[in-house]
């Protein structure tokens, strides 16, 4: 029975330090440093708490002389906080022990304040050591720790049970390694996602520059089309004002595009208006015209009037002319048809690009929008995606439909507004 209730009460001291490690991980938090003081008594709390209640519930009581495991709590707290925290567990340990009182709180006095100048001088170099020596100081220093305990004891009671005292300090050396163990993993793991964070940025940086030059070429491609109709061919006046007219606002969607990936991780508040679809689509085909003719596919348009829905102007033109130069890319190496067409469906507007290229697979339909999917060698997915988030921001649905070597079909839905 004896034996038993000290198991079950050592079992108890495991529980008490190892709970509070749970807590440990928020404590290497970026936010939590930025808190030194609010740190530095989370830290003192996760572990003068389980030191305290080893004191008070120890696994094994002789002659007034008390057993427990809480120097565990004492060196990870100096190992694992600061000095201010390190003398504030030491006091906490001699305060609570004079509380609880018996023949051992003077020696306890004693052996603790040798093992926390020991503990002290230790604490320094320790974490510029390696894992494995980190856990073997950690065992040692918990054996020679509770060694200095016994010498004390041993002043008082020269007849006490070593053999039990070596096998009890084994175990609670043992456990020490493992705290920690479990403490490094904790901190490496933070290390690990704080390293897959800064990658994962970089990343996205690189392939975030890799789209926005992809977005701008739309109308440097266009404005170079109608840059080449102008000085090679022989136009009325009225083809070469609409002409530059296109050519200054695709350079003015150029800037757009600049500005709307520069507010990506951003937000601001959208102009949202009352847009005509047939319009929208006439300048839409004006704009894809030239690139349709550098392929050498024919752009077709067809829509029904009053066709009203709200929305961003800037933002529909630059999804819709992406998911129409996509369609004009997958036409390149055969002249086919692009056809944008609008009508109206019981309380909704279908917007519809379709094109005679080559085609997508269903595996190749279910991962459009998604960030870096892009069927194109050199694409990164991101102006598809963009475009999927503006049509989404405008209530919008997107049904592609597709047949490899037949072509693609873009359906688009959205809310009609009310005139």
């Known amino acids: 029975m004896g034996f038993n209730y000290e198991l079950s009460k050592f079992l108890l001291n495991i529980f008490f330090i190892l709970f509070p490690l749970i807590f440990y991980q928020f404590t290497i938090h970026e936010k939590m440093n930025e808190k030194k003081a609010l740190k530095n008594v989370v830290i003192f709390f996760l572990f003068a708490t389980p030191m305290i209640l080893c004191m008070y519930f120890p696994p094994v ?26 003398i504030m567990l030491f006091f906490s340990l001699i305060s609570v022990r004079f509380m609880i009182g018996g023949t051992g709180a003077y020696l306890n006095l004693i052996s603790s304040t040798i093992s926390f100048m020991v503990i002290i001088s230790l604490s320094k170099k320790y974490h510029s050591y390696s894992l494995i020596n980190k856990i073997l100081t950690s065992f040692i220093l918990s054996f020679v720790c509770k060694m200095i305990g016994i010498s004390s004891i041993l002043i008082i009671d020269s007849d006490y049970n070593l053999l039990s005292a070596f096998m009890f ?32 940025k970089m990343n996205i940086a690189s392939v ?37 007219g296109i050519c200054l606002e695709e350079i003015d969607r150029a800037e757009e595009i600049i500005n709307d990936y ?16 047939g319009e929208e689509i006439q300048y839409i085909c004006n704009v894809l015209t030239s690139l349709g003719n550098l ?6 348009m067809k829509y029904d009037n009053n066709l009203l829905v709200l929305g961003d102007r800037k933002k529909l033109r630059q999804s819709i002319i992406n998911i129409a130069k996509n369609g004009l890319e997958a036409m390149e190496d055969k002249k086919g048809v692009l056809k944008i067409e609008a009508y109206r469906r019981n309380n909704e507007v279908i917007l519809s690009i379709s094109d005679t290229g080559i085609g997508m697979t269903n595996d190749q339909i279910s991962r459009l929008g998604m960030p870096y999917y892009s069927n194109k060698d050199k694409g990164t997915g991101l102006g598809m995606m963009v475009s999927y988030s503006f049509i989404k921001g405008m209530l919008g649905n997107i049904n592609v439909k597709s047949e490899v070597g037949k072509g693609t079909v873009f359906d688009i839905s959205f809310p009609l507004s009310k005139i």
Not at 219 to 235: A, K, N
Not at 263 to 277: C, G, N, Q, R, T
């Open 262 to 277: 520069l507010s990506l991780a951003k937000p601001y508040p959208e102009v949202v208006e009352k847009l005509d679809i």
């Open 295 to 300: 392929i050498g596919a024919e752009v077709k």
């Open 169 to 200: 300090y084994i175990v609670q050396s043992l456990f020490m390694g493992l705290a920690v163990y479990i403490i490094e993993s904790i901190r490496r793991n933070a290390e690990l996602k704080k390293e897959l964070m800064f990658s994962e």
């Open 61 to 86: 009581e002789v002659k007034g002389l008390i057993f427990d495991l809480r120097i565990i709590p004492l060196i990870l707290g100096c190992f694992y906080g600061n000095s201010k925290i390190s």
């Open 208 to 244: 975030i520059s890799a789209s926005v030059a992809h977005e701008i070429r739309n109308p440097l491609t266009t404005v170079r089309g109608f840059i080449q109709l102008l000085t090679q061919t022989e136009l009325n006046p009225d083809k070469k004002q609409m002409y530059g």
